[in-house]
T-cell receptor
Framework: DAGVIQSPRHEVTEMGQEVTLRCKPI?????LFWYRQTMMRGLELLIY????????DSGMPEDRFSAKMPNASFSTLKIQPSEPRDSAVYFC???????????????FGPGTRLLVL | EDKVVQSPLSLVVHEGDTVTLNCSYE??????LLWYKQEKKAPTFLFML????IEKKSGRLSSILDKKELSSILNITATQTGDSAIYLC????????????FGTGTRLQVTL
């Protein structure tokens, strides 16, 4: 299995620009999570989807952030307009919600390192 | 709001030492506690604990949950330089699907 795939791996942009991060979850997984990691705040959950439906977006910082999951194999996280304080590593993770003891196990992608100048 | 606190924040040990990392939590309707290891890239799964007092073991790593004390420890014996990483603790609550609440992590450095 290819694991969770994220793109781009690195992104440098100027303040005010739109940024789109992409994620392909592990095939067969039905839950997808977007996290942001910074030195100050650690790993924070932004939003998660179950069966392509957003379940909890309470971690999304503000209206500049939006996420979509149009199908089971693709999700995007968009920041518009971007600000320097959005600089962080953004991780996507996926898991399988069903019977079995490992259903909370989330598998993380390699992350997108975002720098907003 | 669910909360996870890890200690110490960072730790430097010599190769061969044994270390114990701590995780305490406050969560409504606790369901599970997970440990992850994060080296330079993405967190990788180590253990999931749901029952008190049952040790999970993988090689030199082991972990146990104490629901009475709302805490867990992660032990690493005979540490190696490859154990240098950030160790993250996370909890899930019933009724929240797989939503993980993470602690800020313990940064472990193992020196020669």
């Amino acid at each position: 299995d290819a694991g969770v795939i994220q793109s781009p791996r690195h992104e440098v942009t100027e303040m005010g620009q739109e940024v789109t991060l992409r994620c392909k979850p592990i095939s067969g997984h039905n839950s997808l999570f977007w996290y942001r990691q910074t030195m100050m705040r650690g790993l924070e959950l932004l939003i998660y989807f179950n069966n392509n439906v957003p379940i909890d977006d309470s971690g999304m910082p503000e209206d500049r952030f939006s996420a979509k999951m149009p199908n089971a194999s693709f999700s995007t996280l968009k920041i518009q307009p971007s600000e320097p304080r959005d600089s962080a590593v953004y991780f996507c993770a996926s898991s399988w919600q069903g019977s079995g003891s490992q259903k909370e196990t989330q598998y993380f992608g390699p992350g997108t390192r975002l720098l907003v100048l | 709001e669910d909360k996870v606190v890890q200690s110490p924040l960072s730790l430097v040990v010599h190769e061969g030492d044994t270390v114990t990392l701590n995780c305490s939590y406050e969560v409504t309707n606790f369901r599970s506690l997970l440990w992850y290891k994060q080296e330079k890239k993405a967190p990788t799964f180590l253990f999931m604990l749901t029952s008190s007092g049952i040790e999970k073991k993988s090689g030199r790593l082991s972990s146990i949950l104490d629901k009475k004390e709302l805490s867990s420890i992660l032990n690493i014996t005979a540490t190696q330089t490859g154990d240098s990483a950030i160790y993250l603790c996370a909890v899930t609550a019933a009724g929240t699907a797989s939503k993980l609440t993470f602690g800020t992590g313990t940064r472990l450095q193992v020196t020669l």
